[in-house]
């Protein structure tokens, strides 16, 4: 298969009133054409 995308070492910090979330730390994948990617969690953290 064909690689369509590759994603390497993303981060996502949110700033919440009791400081710093990390809501994503280190991910790295890669996604062949035909292929679904889904990064899922909690919509509050707080």
Known sequence: MKEILKVNNIKKTYQSK???INAI???SFSANEGEF???I???RLW
């Open 41 to 43: 969690g909690p919509s």
């Open 25 to 27: 730390n280190g991910i």
């Open 37 to 39: 990617i889904s990064i």
């Open 18 to 20: 009791n400081g710093e």
